[in-house]
């Protein structure tokens, strides 16, 4: 059963420490999204990868977090230094090629910045 | 640009009544269209997925949409609702040309909640 695998599911961090969120896309999917959820601003589209290559990151903070596809089996987004307002829920989601295709997510991470 | 618009940020129903889930769409092309069920604390699934063949679009759990290209809109609807029903869905629009190819953006959601 092909799944798209978060790791850590729950991560708790003091402020100003670097929090790192891996995402094993499905096998054979060339697209991948990064989301923030937080019950005030919804879903929000971090960054976005094809073929390992960044098409948009624009709804991301540039300052502090990075995402990059070392391989085409992870992705990797990385909040350095972390902040509370960075609590939300991170979801990583894989496609295959095609503007048709849905996008299957994982089951996320849980950020807490204390 | 593409853009969502969801009309109603909660909906509450009776179980055993119909729903109805209200989505308008935004875009420079002819989209494709989603739309995603998340139950508390889980990840999102994929309820259903126009992609300009048929206009009524079947999903899953008894779930429907019509798309109504002079309306701009992508209603989903269920005729009766289950308990189960209850969660936050998301109306979702992809862009099909330029570097934006494949990108999905959502809806701010719509919280359904089911009374027995």
């Known amino acids: 059963d092909a799944r798209v695998t978060q790791t850590p599911r729950h991560k708790v961090t003091e402020m100003g420490q670097e929090v790192t969120m891996r995402c094993q896309p499905i096998?054979?999917?060339?697209?991948v999204f990064w989301y923030r959820q937080t019950m005030m601003q919804g879903l929000e589209l971090l960054a976005y990868?094809?073929?390992?290559?960044?098409?948009?990151d624009s709804g991301m903070p540039k300052d502090r977090f990075s995402a990059e596809m070392p391989d085409a089996t992870l992705a990797t987004l990385k909040i350095q230094p972390s902040e509370p307002r960075d609590s939300a829920v991170y979801f990583c989601?894989?496609?295959?090629?095609?503007?048709?295709?849905?996008?299957?997510f994982g089951q996320g991470t849980r950020l807490t910045v204390v | 640009a593409q853009s969502v618009t969801q009309l109603d940020s909660h909906v509450s129903v009776s179980e055993g009544t119909p729903v109805l889930l209200r989505c308008n769409y935004s875009?420079?092309?002819?989209?494709?269209l989603f739309w995603y069920v998340q139950h508390p604390n889980k990840g999102l699934q994929l309820l259903l997925k126009?992609?300009?063949?048929?206009?009524l679009v079947k999903g899953i759990n008894g779930f429907e949409a019509e798309f109504k290209k002079s309306e701009t809109s992508f209603h989903l609807t269920k005729p009766s609702a289950h308990m189960s029903d209850a969660a936050e869905y998301f109306c979702?629009?992809?862009?099909?040309?330029?570097?934006?190819?494949?990108?999905?953006?959502f809806g701010q959601g719509t919280i359904l909640t089911v009374h027995p």
């Open positions: 989601a894989s496609g295959p090629r095609g503007v048709d295709t849905e996008a299957f």
């Open positions: 096998l054979g999917h060339n697209t």
């Open positions: 990868f094809r073929n390992r290559a960044p098409l948009d």
């Open positions: 979702v629009v992809s862009a099909f040309r330029g570097t934006s190819y494949g990108k999905l953006t």
């Open positions: 126009y992609t300009s063949a048929a206009t």
């Open positions: 875009s420079s092309y002819s989209p494709s």
